[in-house]
């Protein structure tokens, strides 16, 4: 489909989202003259998507004793040998701007929301960790987790299209698995059993929308198209199409045909019954 | 009375938050002569309130594309237009002082809580939301959430005297009210109901207190001087005067009168039977 | 017994600690040449695991309006007068490597906690307070939170070998008490009962585990060895080897001889019956 061909060898596809990006730079510089040397530096003065989201990230990552020009070239380097990386960039700037009720802009996705951020950043680092440099994917890791206080470990699988919302507090741990179209809110924990060593962190599987602070713990799965209440502490299997809510997570029911992580309603009350 | 005197058009009216103010930081720079040079930059060598205030909160938000000089102007213009504004900022900073155990300076409250800092310049993201600037107030608003990991939507309506104790990984979403003199603890979530549009976030009556982590869904009312406990999810209209606790929140006991807000009780057994 | 011996007066003892850290930094630097420069001026240029650290924490807390260089200063003149401090450092970061799974090298624990990061920190900030200098202590437990998005009052108590995993979140209040070993997770809060003055937060004994978002309300006691489950309300005494889990939590089993702060086992279920 459309995304994809962005990414396509050919030259002659059209790249339609850095192109809508670009237009909502220059109107939003145009209407807000204290953001235009911003959006000029960040957005209109790179040639793609991926230039841009290297400069972006290299900015919020930098720390005194790495500058963000080596963050930069980092950056560029893994994207321009994924092309899974450039489709995933897209597929999850697209999911905020589809189910979040507050983003208007493609823009304001990859500029703002530090989610969003997280999550590409992650990608870089879970890339070089798939390389065995796992000295660059920590470095990269403690950063993210410094600056924009949502900890993926490098090893975690995630997939693509993946919307992540407000985010501070989110732990995502090592042997973790997120499919592709989840939804997750703030201060949700991917944790671990105990186990020294393995698998020992969730499985989430597509479409799953998990609430703020949704506690998940162990090496168990949650099923396709399944919800987790907010402040729910999940410890067994649930499974697909179910709602679990409470402390600890019963199912209390189920639905097929729906996807939770596109409609982001929290308060599951009016879903059931 | 007298906070509002500070703020009248009147030269002869004396400023005495802004006068306490630089008297803490004198006898503070003479104890420590380390903060010497960090006092006299922030309060010192500033004519007022607000533009120690403006100085203070550019420096916490700027970024490698936005400088801090440039932050500073905006945050003098919105502070020099509203009187409103000058009114809130030092109702929010008495509140912490008086609500605080742990605070026995004004001069902590207005460098050092980050609840205070995330309010302020959060109102002055209101400000540009109310003028129809809205790229300008995500901008600010992303930098709050960055730099002080509370994520207050620049849409969100938020009274006066109100105090954010810790604050990470506070989120109030768009549509939230969020009355005078309220008190809130960190991880409290105003959160939506997955509606698309129009009123999806709580309203949150005055002198409420929100204890730790209250996690609060959808467009229902919190009574005016009720108390939410810790960890607490309510997905239901709580009225006025009560303590509600648990997952899901029932409210446990009523008392006319009380200020739970400015109690600062945070568990509740003691306060009910 | 031998981390000891690498804090004693004579200088034949061998700091196994700090020569650990330089040939993992030296290999380090070896494998991954984008690191090679952080690596050397954060660890290799120094001379002692105390200077490492002050120039380390100094480059993280660090503020426009006040310098790295006047931090680490600040920093090595605490580590310099306090043997305490040396060992207490030594004694977390061996704490981190043997409790966390997904910890291979100390030089990880040392460079990228930074749960390890915040509790150095909050040391230095305990040494002020203890000295009266509680203009310092505050403006460092201000930078603390800001940048480490960890809360810890510079009053608290807090013991050797104690590993904060993940930590956003986290909240020790004022008067808490925390004894040596023990192991905490993200979104803990020890907070505080309301009362106004005096001893107000909890006592955490020895060898405890605070799971996820465990939240342990006013001057109660956990006794030694025992945890307590991920999103747990506790507003009672706990006994010690006991494990408790719930809003509000109970006691679900006991069992003598245990450590659950070093085996982090968190999904208690298995542990019990």
Redesign the interface.
């Not at 930098?62 to 790495?66: C, F, K, N, R, Y």
């Not at 500029?111 to 530090?114: M, T």
């Not at 987790?145 to 206080?149: A, M």
């Given at each position: 489909e459309a995304v994809e061909n962005c990414c396509d060898e050919s030259e002659d596809e059209q790249d339609w989202v850095w192109l809508i990006l670009r237009e909502e730079a220059q109107q939003?510089a145009y209407?807000?003259p204290?953001?235009a040397?911003?959006l000029f530096?960040?957005i209109l003065n790179h040639k793609s998507l991926e230039a841009a989201l290297s400069f972006h990230l290299a900015?919020?990552l930098?720390?005194?004793?790495?500058s963000?020009t080596?963050l930069m070239e980092?950056f560029r380097d893994a994207l321009e040998e994924s092309k899974d990386f450039r489709l995933a960039c897209r597929r999850d700037l697209i999911a905020v701007k589809e189910r979040d009720?507050?983003c208007t802009f493609l823009l304001?996705a990859f500029?703002?929301?530090?989610g969003y951020h997280a999550l590409q950043a992650y990608r870089v680092s879970h890339w070089l960790w798939c390389q065995e440099?796992k000295?660059?994917a920590?470095?990269l890791?403690?950063q993210i987790?410094?600056?924009?206080?949502i900890?993926i470990?490098p090893?975690a699988k995630i997939g693509h299209g993946v919307f992540i919302d407000?985010g501070?507090?989110i732990?995502i741990?090592?042997t973790s698995v997120v499919g592709d179209d989840v939804s997750m809110?703030?201060?949700v924990?991917l944790?671990?059993?105990?186990?020294?060593?393995g698998e020992?962190h969730p499985i989430v599987h597509e479409g799953v929308l998990l609430g703020?602070?949704a506690?998940i713990?162990?090496r168990i799965e949650i099923g396709e198209h399944s919800q987790i209440?907010?402040?729910s502490?999940v410890?067994n299997d649930v499974p697909s199409f179910a709602t679990a809510v409470?402390?600890p997570a019963r199912v209390i029911g189920m639905r097929l045909g729906r996807n939770p992580a596109s409609?982001?309603?929290?308060?599951f009350?009016?879903s059931e019954t």
């Open positions: 939003h209407n807000e204290l953001l040397s911003f530096s960040t900015n919020k930098a720390s005194p004793t790495i963000s080596l980092l009720p507050a304001e500029l703002y929301f530090k440099r000295a660059m920590y470095f890791h403690s987790t410094k600056e924009l206080h900890d470990h090893g407000h501070t507090g732990v741990g090592e809110l703030h201060h924990t944790g671990g059993s105990g186990k020294k060593y020992r703020a602070g506690t713990l162990g209440g907010a402040c502490l410890l409470g402390v409609e982001m309603q929290q308060d009350r009016s």
